[in-house]
């Protein structure tokens, strides 16, 4: 038999493998709630401008609704002849309401619905992620003002380089994920344009309200050019790519996190909860959940590429290669909302070693600089010369196996004379973070104002 929407002109209906590799309502199943809105507002509009009678209107907008519960309550039926969710829902609306369901699709056409319903999708998962980065920063922020006072080896090359406070390193990602929800809002804003009566590519004969709809579906504006409107798939990679850039921070912050759990380390213990042990090794606790967050990043952004690749050669106006959208968001969007949840509950739940932290940070001459800094201050030497004397003040030190602040001061005053006692209060890490009060720095008081300005702004106060 050939197909029922289209087979018109068709002799023959479509082989197994055709219509296989034609159906996308194994996952575009999923638009089902976008696709029954925006077919809602199309025929409102239809009946408003007098395209569809009312009372068709009225019956098809009841038909819908039905759908929509029989969805809710059985979920949505496959069947791969019916190709899509468009098809789908459409058949089923006309099996429930009668031939007055062909009215419908009237000025429209699966070009302008599919780009109108992944969008409205795309929307609502934004809306989503925002709320869930919000809740992340939320137990980020939380966390750093319990440590602004914590020390803890700051790095650089992975090598300690200067202390510096927990609560400003936390506070870091804090910042990372504040842009990323701010990427998100831009994705969003400059997405929320309707494509709903471009139709199939040209626009549409019959005079049809692009405002209205428009309107109804919580968009600013119809798109203004209709062979753009149903080829574009920016939206989808803007938000691919805001996902790339948050898996790319939540990976970082899990690398950060396997680290500090692993035993040389031992600065953090995760929450048994978000941990798993070992079959074999008994006294093993895995940081799996932190080491999946930064494997699906790989994912994520594999997504992003993968779209974009799909997209780069189309010639408009509409490819069925578009149909390849799908999976990569849908995915990825998934794989974001469990990340996200996975790193809220790993950084509200950690318990942080602080003791650890500090002794760490006072090992490996983290407070080099502060030795240079004093000797420019006090002494008024050269930044430079100062820089000389310390690496020699650090390679003696090392050779005894002591920290800075325990070489006696004979043999401070050996390398320079005009060292004295008073170098020894610089040398603390304590004094090395309070000294670094300017704007953003690390010093308690600073991190105490990034945390207060951060709770202000996500209405924590
Ligand atoms: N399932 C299709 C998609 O997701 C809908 C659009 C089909 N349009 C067409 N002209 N075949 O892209």
């Keep these: 038999a050939t197909n029922a929407m289209w087979g018109g002109r068709f002799a023959d209906g479509p082989s197994a493998i055709m219509r296989e590799i034609n159906a996308s309502i194994p996952f575009d199943k999923a638009l089902w709630r976008e696709d029954i809105t925006a077919s809602k507002a199309h025929v409102a509009m239809l009946g408003a401008c007098g395209i569809v009678s009312g009372e068709d209107a009225a019956t098809i907008s009841a038909g819908l609704d039905k759908v929509a519960a029989e969805y809710e309550a059985q979920g949505v039926p496959e069947n791969w002849d019916l190709e899509d969710i468009h098809m789908t829902t459409e058949a089923r609306l006309a099996e429930l309401v009668g031939p007055v369901a062909g009215r419908l699709h009237t000025a429209r056409s699966r070009n302008d619905q599919v780009a109108t319903d992944f969008r409205l999708w795309v929307r609502g998962a934004i809306d989503a992620m925002d709320g869930s980065l919000a809740g992340l920063q939320r137990a980020l922020v939380t966390r750093a003002g319990e440590h602004a006072d914590s020390i803890m080896p700051g790095?650089?090359?992975?090598?300690?380089?200067?202390?510096?406070?927990?609560?400003?390193?936390?506070?870091?990602?804090?910042?990372?994920?504040?842009?990323?929800?701010?990427?998100?809002?831009?994705?969003?804003?400059?997405?929320?344009?309707?494509?709903?009566?471009?139709?199939?590519?040209?626009?549409?004969?019959?005079?049809?309200?692009?405002?209205?709809?428009?309107?109804?579906?919580?968009?600013?504006?119809?798109?203004?050019?209709?062979?753009?409107?149903?080829?574009?798939?920016?939206?989808?990679?803007?938000?691919?790519?805001?996902?790339?850039?948050?898996?790319?921070?939540?990976?970082r912050l899990a690398e950060e996190l396997i680290l500090w759990a692993s035993q040389p380390f031992g600065f953090i213990r995760l929450p048994d909860s978000l941990s798993t042990g070992s079959s074999i090794m008994p006294q093993k606790k895995n940081p799996d959940a932190a080491e999946l967050v930064r494997g699906h990043s790989g994912r994520v952004i594999g997504n992003l590429t993968s779209l974009m690749i799909t997209m780069k050669g189309l010639p408009l106006a509409y490819s069925k290669d578009m149909q390849d959208d799908k999976p990569p968001v849908f995915e990825a969007a998934s794989l974001m909302e469990l990340s996200i949840a996975a790193m809220t509950g790993m950084i509200a739940g950690s318990t942080f070693n602080s003791e650890r932290m500090r002794a760490a940070a006072e090992l490996g001459y983290a407070t080099a600089t502060d030795l240079a800094d004093w000797l420019v201050r006090v002494a008024d030497i050269p930044f430079r010369e100062a820089h000389h004397i310390t690496g020699s003040a650090v390679k003696l030190a090392e050779s005894r196996g002591l920290a800075l602040d325990q070489l006696p001061?004979?043999?401070?005053?050996?390398?320079?004379?005009?060292?004295?006692?008073?170098?020894?209060?610089?040398?603390?890490?304590?004094?090395?973070?309070?000294?670094?009060?300017?704007?953003?720095?690390?010093?308690?008081?600073?991190?105490?104002?990034?945390?207060?300005?951060?709770?202000?702004?996500?209405?924590?106060?």
């Design 155 to 251: 790095f650089t090359h992975l090598q300690t380089a200067q202390p510096v406070t927990l609560g400003h390193h936390l506070m870091a990602y804090y910042e990372m994920f504040r842009r990323d929800r701010s990427r998100l809002a831009d994705t969003r804003a400059r997405m929320n344009e309707c494509p709903l009566g471009s139709a199939a590519l040209a626009g549409t004969g019959f005079p049809i309200d692009r405002e209205a709809t428009a309107q109804a579906l919580g968009f600013y504006a119809p798109t203004a050019n209709s062979l753009d409107a149903v080829s574009d798939r920016d939206f989808a990679l803007d938000f691919l790519w805001s996902c790339s850039a948050t898996a790319l921070h939540l990976s």
């Design 409 to 461: 001061l004979e043999d401070l005053k050996a390398i320079d004379e005009r060292i004295d006692e008073r170098v020894y209060a610089a040398l603390s890490v304590d004094a090395s973070v309070a000294a670094r009060a300017s704007f953003g720095g690390t010093a308690p008081e600073q991190v105490r104002l990034q945390v207060a300005r951060a709770r202000y702004s996500l209405g924590m106060e």
